[in-house]
């Protein structure tokens, strides 16, 4: 398996502009998680879809970022517009979750999202 | 607030050497798990530690947990350089809990 792949692994753009983040979670994973890491906040909680559906999205900071999972193999995480102060690091992961406990969960490499 | 916190924040032994992290946290668990970070890359699973566990092995990591002061400590004996890395402790909320809450890590530095 080729383990979560994460796209772009590098991401810079400019104030103002849409970003787009991918993800293709591990096949046979019923669940996905959004995780921002920053040196000074560490590893954030954005999102957690169970079998695609959106479970809990408290994490998500502002309206300007919105998530969504199309399908089992695949999720988007968008920021519209974007903010220096977004800069940051996302991870994608996603675990298989059997009656809703969190056993394991597998990361995605991440990608480094520079916001000038 | 985090639900877990490593300590100490970063560690600098010498190759051949035994690291230990320790992790506090606040709230009732089912299990507790640690995590490796290297540098620029995700976190990748050690080892999973249930809360009616008191000790588990894996390879030359030891974990242990003492749930009553809320605690857990990684142990790498026979440290190496490939060892260097980020080091992360993540809790749940509980049984049926799906959210893992991770701390802001140990960084280890093994030097050769």
């Known amino acids: 398996d080729a383990g979560v792949i994460q796209s772009p692994r590098h991401e810079v753009t400019e104030m103002g502009q849409e970003v787009t983040l991918r993800c293709k979670p591990i096949s046979g994973h019923n669940s996905l998680f959004w995780y921002r890491q920053t040196m000074m906040r560490g590893l954030e909680l954005l999102i957690y879809f169970n079998n695609n559906v959106p479970i809990d999205d408290s994490g998500m900071p502002e309206d300007r970022f919105s998530a969504k999972m199309p399908n089992a193999s695949f999720s988007t995480l968008k920021i519209q517009p974007s903010e220096p102060r977004d800069s940051a690091v996302y991870f994608c992961?996603?675990?298989?979750?059997?009656?809703?406990?969190?056993?394991?969960?597998?990361f995605g490499s991440g990608t480094q999202l520079s916001v000038l | 607030s985090q639900q877990g916190e490593e300590d100490p924040q970063a560690l600098s032994i010498q190759e051949g050497e035994n690291a230990t992290m320790n992790c506090s946290y606040k709230t009732s668990i089912n299990n507790l798990q640690w995590y490796r970070q290297n540098s620029g890359r995700g976190l990748v699973h050690l080892i999973l530690?249930?809360?009616?566990?008191r000790e588990k092995h894996s390879g030359r990591l030891r974990v242990t947990l003492d749930t009553s002061k809320k605690s857990s400590s990684l142990l790498i004996t026979a440290s190496r350089a490939a060892d260097t890395a980020s080091y992360f402790c993540a809790t749940d909320r509980g049984a049926g809990s799906y959210q893992l809450t991770f701390g802001k890590g140990t960084k280890l530095s093994v030097i050769p």
């Open positions: 992961a996603s675990s298989f979750v059997p009656g809703g406990t969190n056993e394991k969960l597998f």
């Open positions: 530690i249930r809360s009616n566990e």
